[in-house]
């Protein structure tokens, strides 16, 4: 598939186009999430999605006979990656009854901006001017689009921060984890979430009817394609690289409101949008003008 080998030098382009095709993806996993929470509850949804993920990842170890995850000297790490993603979906999903859509976007972005800063205190990453200023106007981007009018309640703004720190936090760790392979990477995580929620599920489930159970199914499937390739994307690319392209995300996210619920954007959100991309454009043509100088320096 994807995986490079030991030797193999990492390619920062191909990184970055993973990662969009990985968060375009995730686009349509919140939209499908968007319709289904409206009558079921976030852990039935989330054990649904997990299980098809553990089945997708389970065939690939099986296939190309990865090592077990009890027995990989990294399981401490896959464990608290898997911990900080289950309370990080639940936090920012429980938040989503108090909150409107523009303040939990707008909040929970600044997970991109938090990778860059732990990948310069814990990855020892260089973060260039260029990285932080592709950062910081995605950020300000989804803050030009999400325009939140009213102060968000504290409890509920405060989950959805702590969602963005975990889930930074899981970004940092998948980076230190590299050395396990993508597919235990997923089942470690997604095997959590099945366990953790399948206990609750005597006293949240839900009987789904046959449109619901195929959106549940095709959830899992969109789910696990979108988790490999942004998983394989970290593999190509430095997080502080990819943080900036989570951005991208906001901008699917628009089209789909629109193709689905019919949802007009303003003009804000058409300026903001621009924004994202101009910043996700810009750290794209760095990232290719530092290849093309590491490859002129090699050739020399």
């Known amino acids: 598939m994807f995986l490079r080998s030991a030797d193999e030098a990492p390619s920062p382009l191909f990184g970055i186009a993973l990662a969009c095709i990985g968060y375009s993806l995730f686009a349509v996993q919140d939209a499908i999430v968007k319709w289904l929470v409206a009558d079921y509850s976030v852990p039935q949804i989330l054990f649904l999605r997990s299980i098809i993920i553990v089945i997708f990842a389970g065939i690939f170890v099986r296939r190309r006979r990865h090592p077990s995850i009890l027995k990989s000297a990294q399981r401490g790490l896959l464990l608290t990656r898997a911990l900080l993603m289950f309370v990080a979906w639940l936090a920012y999903?429980?938040?989503?009854?108090?909150?409107?859509?523009?303040?939990?976007?707008?909040?929970?972005?600044?997970?991109?901006?938090?990778?860059?800063?732990?990948?310069?205190?814990?990855?020892?990453?260089?973060?260039?001017?260029?990285?932080?200023?592709?950062?910081?106007?995605?950020?300000?981007?989804?803050?030009?689009?999400?325009?939140?009018?009213?102060?968000?309640?504290?409890?509920?703004?405060?989950?959805?921060?702590?969602?963005?720190?975990?889930?930074?936090?899981?970004?940092?760790?998948?980076?230190?984890s590299h050395a396990e392979s993508t597919v235990n990477q997923m089942m470690a995580t997604s095997f959590l979430f099945v366990v953790a929620c399948g206990a609750a599920l005597p006293w949240v489930w839900k009987s789904p009817d046959l449109f619901d159970w195929c959106l549940m199914i095709g959830l899992g499937c969109f789910s696990a394609a979108g988790q490999y390739l942004l998983y394989e994307g970290f593999r190509h690319a430095p997080a502080s690289t990819l943080a900036p392209i989570e951005y991208s995300g906001l901008v699917w996210a628009f089209l789909y409101g629109y193709l689905i619920w019919a949802e007009v954007p303003t003009p804000n959100v058409f300026a903001g949008a621009l924004l994202i991309v101009a910043s996700s454009l810009a750290l794209i043509w760095w990232e290719r003008r530092l290849v093309v100088a590491s490859r002129r320096r090699l050739a020399a």
Not at 132 to 157: D, K, M, Q, R, T
């Open 93 to 176: 999903y429980s938040s989503a009854r108090h909150l409107g859509l523009a303040e939990i976007t707008t909040m929970y972005f600044c997970a991109p901006v938090i990778v860059v800063v732990l990948s310069i205190f814990v990855l020892h990453e260089k973060v260039g001017p260029v990285r932080w200023l592709a950062c910081i106007g995605g950020f300000a981007g989804v803050v030009l689009a999400a325009n939140p009018a009213e102060a968000p309640s504290l409890i509920p703004a405060g989950m959805v921060l702590f969602a963005g720190f975990c889930w930074a936090g899981s970004v940092v760790l998948l980076r230190l």
